[in-house]
């Protein structure tokens, strides 16, 4: 009996042991460390869109430039106090998340919807809502179309493998309009078949509405309908089990938003930084120890703005008032301006 009693003491010590080995594989496995293999690489891996004008685009040498594109600029700003230790990795629709779940790219920040299938099929993280943006439809002017409800019978062309695919379906099957569908992998060819005619509507994000119009030989003799038939929550993807990395991307935006209802510029840092209001201290470093909580410097937030500007600063710049696109604010307007962009408080 007591040799008995011996042996099952010892298999469940053993199960015990073989639980333990196998739950440190699975962390040593998804413990992914990507701070630590930034650092030492130094410069951040960032997936963009292979080309769209205000949001990620490069000019002949090679330069990104876009509200996307500055979005990892921040990050790396928090870092490593140098928004340039970038390098961009252009990708399409259809191997993005692939590319991300390999390590390709450090993050994803390239016009990507949140969705609960996105998360739980591919085992990634969208820490928080950079755009929020809804699909709408492009014409030609000369259509005369007001309105989305009228497209019966048009020829709609798509990206496939996108959430613009499902929910060009959807609209059309519970408004009983008939269509026929275009669906083409890659961005650049929906935008050809559209301009040479093989469609007469073309469907996407409204934010992409206003960048592909732009590319279009005459921009203005194409309109956007003011249809917007679904929410399209854009934000930047890491890996799950990854949350060290997380936290400092979603922080990243989180301190971008926070420093302009605060009224803290890239031209006005250096005043904030002498504040005595206990708000903007936390913020800018210069009270608390909120970036050594994320691995990051006192001054990561501070770091952001001076190197990039605040959320108003990125948003004008490349896609509002103070770009080509010019794309209302709407509901990217901060919460105390009438839109729903809202920060949790750094504390």
Known sequence: MIKRTFLSGLAIGLVAAA??????????????KT?????????????????LPGFSTPDAQGNWTGFDVDFCRAVAAAIFDDAKKVTFVPLDASDRFKELQSRKVDILSRNSTWSMSRETSYELYFPAVSYYDGQGFMVPRGRNIDSALDLDGSRVCVQDGTTTALNLSDYFRINNIKYTEQKFGRLDDVIKAYASGQCDTLTADASQLYALRMTLGKPDDNVILPDIISKEPLAPVVRQRDDDWMMIVKWTLYAMINAEELGITSA????????????????????????????????????????????????????????????????????????????????
């Open 19 to 32: 639980i333990v080995a196998a739950a440190a594989i699975t962390y040593e496995r998804y413990d992914t």
């Open 35 to 51: 701070l630590k293999r930034t650092i030492r690489r130094d410069a951040v891996l960032c997936g963009v869109n292979t080309g």
């Open 268 to 347: 006005n840092i250096d005043e904030a930084l002498k504040s005595k209001k206990p708000d903007v201290m936390r913020l800018v470093g210069t009270e608390g120890a909120y970036g050594e909580q994320l691995g990051l410097s006192k001054d990561w937030a501070a770091r952001i703005i001076r190197r990039v500007g605040n959320y108003g600063e990125v948003y004008e710049r490349n896609i509002g008032a103070g770009s080509r696109l010019r794309i209302p604010r709407g509901l990217n307007q901060l919460w105390s301006a009438g839109g729903i962009q809202y920060a949790p408080p750094i504390r």
